[in-house]
């Protein structure tokens, strides 16, 4: 069975920094990319965030880009976001995707206030 479990959102003052995890299980964890997604409470549309492939390259959003950091352990069957400088516009659920599957994890909320 596929899961993908996210952790590690919580409340946050603008500047700081959090780090998402997502454990995965179910399928062969080398062979995907994954992508971590964000969803704004009440709206419907998931902003895509980062992007590491299985070789290791990174893609960003421009909102993004020089504050996330998006990496992988194959090992520990693990993906993460290390998220610097967070902005109040950061505030969303964060949900992991592997790309060789269809499943979804149930989401990290992140909120960014002073």
């Known amino acids: 069975q596929v899961q993908l479990v996210e952790s590690g959102g919580g409340w946050v003052e603008p500047g700081g920094s959090l780090m998402l995890s997502c454990a995965a299980s179910g399928f062969p964890f080398s062979s995907s990319a994954f992508r971590w997604y964000r969803q704004v409470p009440g709206k419907e549309e998931r902003e895509l965030v980062a992007?590491?492939?299985?070789?290791?390259?990174?893609n960003y959003a421009d909102a993004v880009t020089g504050r996330f950091t998006i990496s992988r352990d194959n090992e520990k069957r693990m993906v993460t976001l290390q998220m610097n400088s967070l902005k109040p516009e950061d505030t969303a659920v964060y949900y992991c995707?592997?790309?060789?599957?269809?499943?979804w994890g149930q989401g990290t909320l992140v909120a960014v206030s002073s």
């Open positions: 992007t590491v492939f299985t070789g290791g390259p990174t």
């Open positions: 995707h592997a790309m060789l599957t269809t499943a």
